[in-house]
């Protein structure tokens, strides 16, 4: 059985991308078949991971909205295997991902297409990680509504605080409308931390850790470490393995297998 989870927070900037990569290379690394799916229009993902965005008829977002329903392999690219026979492969986005908010409004099930897609890969894979848009859009709730729970970036910053009183309620909000049992929140992951950490940052990290029932499962400093593995389109625990990062995202790996 396939376990899925959505990395979403709709504030943009606080590393939705990079934990998506990374916890997908630590699960990769320990033996996993791990799906990546780039749901954020902007592209990012598959910039991370050095792959194209999808040309012609056979792309995500074609194949969201109906209008292209050839077998969801063709959608799929590989990125990488590992020693311990893991893979990883990713559904990379597309130009046309840009109008899939508004095409989706058009079609019937809206809400549940995603879910419906990646049906046609349970129990291929062992994880699917959904890489969100920065926005509380149609995708977003897609995401929410095919998966089994949720990782949430945030930064050490006020805004972050005002981005989980948006997200939170629209958790709230398709437990409720779409699905049949309520999303796990696995919990917070703090990305782009300052070295030493400010006063600003602790008094931040305190308030999130009032949240009840949303750990904040790891920290991941501000490094050049990460920022070279996207642009050599690798993962950090294969770029820097004895790095303070990829020992983190292999925490939040074990945290996601915890929960299979």
């Known amino acids: 059985m396939t376990t899925t989870t959505a990395v979403t927070n709709q504030k943009g900037g606080v590393g939705k991308t990079a ?6 290379g630590a699960l990769a690394e320990d033996g996993r078949s791990v799906l990546l799916v780039d749901l954020d229009p902007e592209g990012h993902l ?55 908010v508004r095409e989706l409004d058009k079609v019937r099930n809206r809400d549940h297409r995603l879910k ?7 129990g291929v894979y062992d994880h699917v990680l959904i890489d969100c848009p920065p926005s509380l859009d149609i995708l977003t709730d897609n995401a929410l509504a095919a998966a089994d729970g ?29 699905r049949d049992k309520p999303l796990h929140l696995h919990g917070l992951v703090v990305n782009l931390l300052r070295r030493p ?36 389109g690798r993962t950090v625990v294969d770029y820097a393995p004895d790095s303070e990062m990829a020992h983190t995202y292999r925490a939040l790996a074990k945290v996601l297998e915890g929960a299979e």
């Open 19 to 24: 934990t998506t990569v990374n916890v997908g």
């Open 46 to 100: 598959s910039g991370a991971t050095s792959l194209a965005k999808a040309t012609g008829d056979a792309n995500l977002c074609r194949a969201l909205i109906g209008t292209w329903e050839g077998s969801l392999a063709d959608l799929i690219t590989p990125h990488s295997r590992t020693e311990a026979g893991g893979r990883l492969d990713v559904i990379v986005s597309s130009l046309e991902m840009l109008y899939a």
């Open 116 to 122: 419906r897609l990646l049906s046609a890969v349970d």
């Open 150 to 178: 949720a990782l949430i970036p945030v930064q050490a910053e006020d805004s972050s605080l005002e981005a989980l009183k948006l997200l939170l309620p629209q958790v709230a909000a398709v437990d409720a409308d779409l």
């Open 197 to 232: 950490v400010t006063k600003l940052a602790e008094s931040v990290i305190d308030v999130l850790k009032q949240y009840e029932d949303l750990p904040i499962l790891g920290t991941v400093p501000l490094s050049v470490t990460v920022s070279e593995a996207w642009r050599y």
